[in-house]
């Protein structure tokens, strides 16, 4: 079985032990590991079962850890939501996430003023669950499947994926930024950015 083949392949296996585990609140003890996180200087994400931070300034992102990548924990993430926070001006800015996830980026830019977001993703519980993040934050998204996309060209295009789809999609992002637009490249390992 699997554990010789592991054996086989140099592995040290102990042998196989059986040990019953306490009853617990596995939900709050789950919980309990998800603390709000802030990025920047104003933008918090803030887990449901935690209250506000008690800051007149805070923009807090409502986002709990769920199916879909993006809780604002990862670094590639926060250095997305510190980028859109150092933004000059969002209001008349349209933004497109590509690799959506959560929602959290088009989420984050809709409450930091972007004019229209819409967010994409080949994954259909992904785009459920950034559906479902848009309405706990009261924002307005569009969020699809590629197959659902229209080709809009946006003036803030971010893709905080991993390097080698953002080489397979490059001239396809290209395509959607306006001609005065921005690109957010996000995922990339320091030894994939040269390439």
Not at 10 to 31: C, H, I, K, M, Y
Not at 96 to 107: H, M, Q, R, T
Request: aromatic share 6%; with cysteine; net charge negative.
């Amino acid at each position: 079985g699997l554990l010789s083949e592991l054996s086989e392949a140099g592995f040290n296996v102990d042998r196989p032990s059986e040990q019953a585990v306490a009853e617990q609140d596995w939900v709050r003890l789950t919980q309990s590991q998800f603390e709000p996180i802030q990025i920047g200087q104003r933008l918090w994400v803030v887990p449901s079962w935690h209250e506000a931070p008690n800051d007149p300034n805070a923009v807090c992102l409502a986002v709990d850890p769920g199916l879909a990548f993006g809780t604002g924990s990862h670094p590639t993430t926060k250095l997305c939501m510190q980028w859109l926070e150092e933004f000059q001006n969002l209001s008349d800015k349209t933004f497109l996430d590509y690799g959506c996830g959560s929602g959290i980026l088009a989420i984050a830019a809709k409450r930091l003023g972007c004019k229209e977001a819409l967010g994409i993703d080949i994954d259909p519980q992904a785009v459920h669950a950034a559906k479902d993040n848009a309405i706990r934050n009261e924002v307005s998204i569009d969020f699809r499947l590629p197959e659902d996309d229209d080709d809009s060209q946006h003036d803030i295009v971010v893709a905080n994926i991993l390097a080698n789809p953002l080489q397979v999609l490059a001239p396809a992002l290209c395509q959607r930024i306006a001609s005065t637009g921005h690109i957010v490249l996000s995922g990339i390992l320091a030894r994939q950015a040269q390439e």
